[in-house]
Nanobody, 125 residues
């Protein structure tokens, strides 16, 4: 059974930081990319950042480049999203997803086979 479980969301002030975690199980991760997607009320889903589990190659949306960093710990089957310099427009439910495609294509919305249930990030003063 495949499971993706997100954690680390919460409320933070503008300029603050949060680290999200996505713990994966039931997958042969070497063949997958894992990524973070977000959706704010009334907005389309956005591929924020994705990583190839095997190579570590990454993709970032322009909206988060220089502020967010994605990484993985293969021993723990976990992918992290370090979010710095948070802005109110980063407020959204953040989802973890996995698929057997390159990381850039995953973030573009292709091959999204598995999803977590999401974690809410609220950036507000």
């Amino acid at each position: 059974q495949v499971r993706l479980v997100e954690s680390g969301g919460g409320v933070v002030q503008p300029g603050g930081s949060l680290r999200l975690s996505c713990a994966a199980s039931g997958l042969a991760l070497d063949y997958y990319a894992i990524g973070w997607f977000r959706q704010a009320p009334g907005k389309e889903r956005e591929g924020v950042s994705c990583i190839s589990v095997s190579s570590g190659s990454t993709y970032y949306a322009d909206s988060v480049k220089g502020r967010f960093t994605i990484s993985r710990d293969n021993a723990k089957n976990t992918v992290y999203l370090q979010m710095n310099s948070l802005k109110p427009e980063d407020t959204a439910v953040y989802y973890c997803a996995a698929g057997p495609v390159p990381q850039n294509r995953l973030c573009m919305g292709y091959g999204l086979d598995y999803w977590g249930k999401g974690t809410l990030v609220t950036v507000s003063s």
